[in-house]
């Protein structure tokens, strides 16, 4: 793969790391709040409470799997590995890390991988 096109996505990926680094200490800092104001107010606010903390408990697991798909792709860079599909080797195309630069599969493998877990 090009060198200086695996360069260009490190920097991407390495800011991506850093926004949703960002992000996570952000949800975090909020679920925490949001645990901490206890039970107050009528039924309705807490009721709420326990959906906001849903819905942050699941965008904080999200960020975790992205910051893990960042860290793996940066790892592949390191080891000189990137943009090679783990399943089955061929090259991933560089318009698909383009929009994905954490890919770690090709879309036919990618594809296969969705089906095999619906």
Request: aromatic residues 2%; charged residues 35%.
């Amino acid at each position: 793969m090009n060198k200086e096109f695996v360069e260009k996505e490190k920097q991407k990926l390495l800011e991506l790391r850093e926004r949703t680094v960002a992000t996570l200490q952000r949800r975090s800092t909020e679920a925490s709040n949001l645990a901490g104001s206890g039970e107050s107010g009528d039924e309705v606010d807490r009721a709420s409470d326990r959906i906001d903390g849903t819905l942050l408990n699941q965008l904080i697991e999200k960020d975790t799997e992205t910051l893990e798909m960042i860290d793996a792709a940066l790892d592949r860079i390191d080891q000189d590995e990137y943009g090679v599909c783990l399943l089955c080797g061929t090259e991933i195309p560089e318009a698909r890390l383009e929009v994905t630069p954490y890919a770690a599969l090709c879309i036919d493998c990618e594809s296969k991988q969705e089906l095999r877990t619906r």
